[in-house]
């Protein structure tokens, strides 16, 4: 496995940032929809029109935010792999996905077939342009790529698929609810029960549980200091999850189309499926165990939370596989809040509280030819006291959402601890980039400064 980073082919700070910067914004904007959802009185349940659009701001306002840009600034430095035109890719596939995505809450919320028509259009742009500059990049790119970095591609791509995957099924809903094609045949229609089922399966275990494992493979050794992933992990994990996923989907649409549970097939390979994340989270959380630095950081901490979250998740799938009529919808919801706050936000987190102080100062140090006195520290940008407060928030929301699946009069004070988490986050980011921006002024100054004292020293 490859473990050296090359900085030096780091993209510019704003191709991955404005992704990042996206982050607490969306996740503040999911927590008030997660609040007004309480305070409506509705049922918190998946069908709920508030829920739809909360789950979406959370999945595609933070958790593709925060992957495409991850993705953007990884995949150059850890395999080599430069994204084609990325300052224009970056900049196009930002403001189709903000767009789109508030787009698309809004057509959940005024149920307008209008707002989901432009989220169909603004989203699909989106993600083609950011799949055609990653695929142009990789044939471009490919003969020069990382020896050592095959395991990340192999999830990089496998994920990517699963987006495409995901991607589709998710527009061709879009265009029923915005009223752009419709199905009539009876066999169809039922077997469209199954597609919201997919949808979720393909873009959770697939495209994000791949992207984040993937990702895992090189910043968790790197940044929290443990040995690398065992080799039998990470060369069948990825392929593992795909092909279940598949199988999933085939069985899944046979089963849709009788009615009823699951069949055999499904429920096994649902099973498996689980395991696959189950092992993944216990062989993360047992490296962070024996972790070479002795206090675990805030990062460290986020990092349990996901794979407790996914272990969680990983054994309330497998229940709700085999046991259907078990309170399904309460048990779906539970799922929901462990797979995408618990796990997927959770490990954003701690990959955001890693990869932002160090681009700020790798971006800095590159202003600067020579040493100055007053460069900030890495840690300068976001002290580890400010990141830990912020994780207790995280975590006590996580921990109430989880159990207002359970009670739902505990909705209200669960999006209150995930606003307070929102924002502590965004003050965390909008105070380690106002240290870069007042750095990269001092370095300016200081340049403009030595510049005339040694014009000064040459003409006398």
Not at 37 to 66: E, Q
Not at 225 to 230: K, L, V
Not at 346 to 359: C, D, E, H, Q, T
């Amino acid at each position: 496995m490859q473990r050296a980073l090359d900085f030096q082919r780091s993209p510019h700070l704003w191709v991955s940032f404005r992704f990042f910067a996206n982050v607490p914004v969306f996740l503040m904007l999911a927590s008030l929809g997660l609040a007004w959802s309480a305070l409506s009185g509705h049922p918190f349940t998946r069908w709920n029109p508030l829920v739809l659009a909360t789950t979406h701001l959370f999945t595609l306002g933070v958790l593709a935010s925060a992957m495409l840009g991850a993705m953007m600034q990884i995949l150059p430095v850890a395999t080599r792999i430069q994204l084609l035109l990325p300052r224009i890719t970056s900049l196009v596939v930002h403001a189709c996905l903000t767009l789109g995505t508030l787009s698309l809450a809004m057509g959940f919320i005024a149920a307008r077939p209008a707002f989901h028509r432009v989220a169909l259009v603004l989203l699909s742009l989106a993600f083609l342009v950011f799949l055609g500059a990653v695929v142009g990049g990789m044939l471009r790119n490919w003969p020069q790529r990382a020896p050592g970095a095959g395991e990340i591609l192999v999830a990089v791509l496998l994920a990517l698929l699963a987006l495409v995957v995901t991607l589709v099924l998710g527009v061709f809903m879009a265009g029923l609810r915005g009223n752009i094609w419709a199905v009539g045949a009876t066999q169809v229609g039922a077997w469209l029960h199954d597609l919201p089922n997919l949808h979720v399966a393909w873009g959770l275990a697939g495209w994000v549980g791949l992207l984040i494992a993937g990702v895992s493979y090189q910043v968790i050794p790197i940044f929290q200091a443990t040995e690398i992933y065992p080799r039998p992990l990470t060369d069948s994990l990825a392929p593992a999850v795909f092909l279940l996923l598949g199988v999933v989907s085939v069985a899944g649409g046979w089963g849709g189309s009788q009615g009823g549970g699951p069949g055999l097939m499904q429920a096994v390979s649902v099973t498996l499926l689980a395991l696959s994340f189950l092992t993944y989270a216990l062989v993360t959380a047992r490296l962070l165990r024996t972790r070479k630095r002795p206090a675990p950081e805030p990062t460290t901490l986020f990092w349990y939370v996901a794979m407790a979250s996914l272990a969680l998740a990983a054994l309330g799938g497998t229940l709700r596989t085999w046991f259907p009529h078990m309170a399904p919808h309460r048990l779906d919801m539970l799922l929901g809040v462990l797979l995408i706050p618990g796990f997927a936000v959770s490990a954003v987190n701690g990959m955001l509280y890693k990869i932002v102080p160090f681009l700020l100062w790798h971006n800095a140090q590159r202003q600067a030819p020579v040493a100055l006195p007053f460069m900030p520290k890495v840690k300068q940008f976001i002290s580890e006291h400010s990141a830990k407060r912020q994780y207790f928030a995280h975590l006590t929301a996580v921990v109430l959402l989880a159990l207002s699946c359970l009670i739902p009069g505990m909705l209200a004070t669960g999006a209150i601890a995930s606003v307070i988490s929102a924002a502590m986050l965004s003050w965390n980011m909008f105070r380690a980039l106002r240290l870069y921006t007042r750095t990269s002024v001092r370095i300016s100054q200081s340049l403009a400064e030595m510049g005339q004292a040694e014009r000064r020293k040459n003409a006398s």
